[in-house]
């Protein structure tokens, strides 16, 4: 049997330019040297930080969508959520921190988020 | 003397036809038992992440891949002698020997497609207008503004993953059906809505290639990548624990194998 590999598409460089996207995105593993150690250890401490506020984030959209939420609760919920986002962005800049940058490659399991 | 390895094959037998791999070697089968890793001999370590060595590997696995079951193995995998490389084999003989058995005769294909994220983005927005809202948000203060704000960026980005696992469930129950094994993955970027490899029976390659071509043509906005047949690349399952050439400071022979498919792919274009 002959085989006849074909890589076949009408927009290569569409398809170059996105597998680009995710190769460069995500760090195989945390950049830790003596040099930078405050900034890798940050970086890590703050991808879990930020793992829990979106998943808070998503916990309150959905009770929102169930109008499970007073018209109270939903003022407190935004205000907490609002003062969360704010002291994430402050942290960010402290150490330097893009938001792509807030994430692990888990392997097998895909990315953390 | 350093070997450079291309793949194991479900083969003791030694090659017959003339095949040449890196640096225009000839290549070989070492025999272990009824199957076999091909190799090259070479010289001096590889300058480097090349086209042309990617295509020269590459062109070694297709020769194979017309006559034998083929496990790929990573780009740049050398090992540091015979006894080694027999070492290495007796070590996972089983481990190969069942991933031949179920790979034998089939073989893997990538497709890729990119959607119009941003009109499938602003068609979900213009649907949620001109429904009644299920959720009124009042934006008498800042703290509401925000979650007024947030509770739309949700609801757009609940609905753009709903409408991805919608179009994927539909491409995939056409390609599913012709395919042993598969793996996908959903929105590796916004754009890229699926990233799919499929392990599909020689037998099959006619039908599976038939159900591309309707699904392209239903979808006449989306944009498609065909490649293969590839060996199987993705398939190949090893215990957690193996910990394949260590001695060679390899820790896994084939991992790393998707770029190696991208890479090779990207060239080809």
Redesign the interface.
């Known amino acids: 049997m002959t085989i006849n590999r074909v890589v076949e598409t009408d927009f290569p460089e569409e398809f170059i330019e996105e597998m680009g996207k995710t190769d460069d995105v995500l760090p195989k593993k945390i950049d830790a040297n003596p040099e930078n150690v405050e900034k890798g250890l940050a970086k890590l401490v703050l991808t879990l930080i930020e793992l829990i506020r979106k998943l808070l984030e998503k916990q309150a959209m959905r009770r929102v969508e169930a109008g499970s939420l007073s018209e109270e609760e939903i003022e407190r919920v935004g205000e907490t959520l609002m003062k969360l986002e704010n002291k994430m962005e402050e942290l960010k800049q402290i150490f330097g921190l893009k938001d792509e940058e807030l994430n692990l490659n888990l392997g097998p399991l895909g990315d953390l988020m | 003397m350093k070997l450079y390895l291309y793949g194991i094959i479900d083969s003791s037998d030694r090659i017959k036809d003339s095949i040449y791999g890196l640096e225009g070697a000839s290549v070989y089968n070492i025999p272990f038992c009824d199957i076999g890793a091909v190799v090259s001999e070479i010289n001096q370590p590889i300058q480097g992440v090349t086209e042309g060595a990617v295509l020269e590997h590459e062109a070694v696995t ?1 020769k194979l ?2 006559k034998f079951a083929v496990l790929p193995v990573r780009f740049q995998t050398i090992i540091d002698g015979r006894d080694n490389l027999l070492s290495m084999m007796q070590s996972y003989y089983k481990d190969f020997r069942n991933n031949l058995e179920r790979l034998r005769n089939k ?1 893997e294909f990538g497709i ?1 497609v ?1 959607w119009p994220s941003d009109k499938i983005k602003e068609h979900i927005t213009n649907t949620y207008k001109k429904n009644d809202k ?2 009124s ?2 934006d008498d ?4 503004r ?2 007024r704000d ?2 739309e960026k ?2 757009l980005d609940e609905g753009f993953q709903a409408k991805a696992d919608k179009f994927i469930n539909v491409m995939d129950t056409f390609f599913s059906k012709f395919a042993a094994e598969k793996k996908l ?1 959903k929105l ?2 916004e ?2 809505l699926l990233d799919a490899v499929y392990l599909v029976k ?1 037998d099959d390659l006619d039908n599976f290639r038939e159900a591309f071509e309707h699904i392209k043509s239903a979808h006449a906005a989306f ?8 060996p199987a690349y993705n398939f190949v399952i090893l215990p957690k624990n193996s910990n394949l050439l260590k001695d060679s400071k390899q820790e896994n022979l084939f991992d790393k194998v998707i ?1 190696h498919q ?1 890479l090779v ?2 060239n ?2």
């Open positions: 297709e891949m017309a073989i890729k990119i299920k959720v948000i009042s203060s800042s703290n509401k925000f979650m947030k509770f949700y609801e993955k590796k970027t754009d890229m020689k944009k498609f990548l065909f490649s293969g047949p590839w770029q991208d792919g990207a080809k274009i």
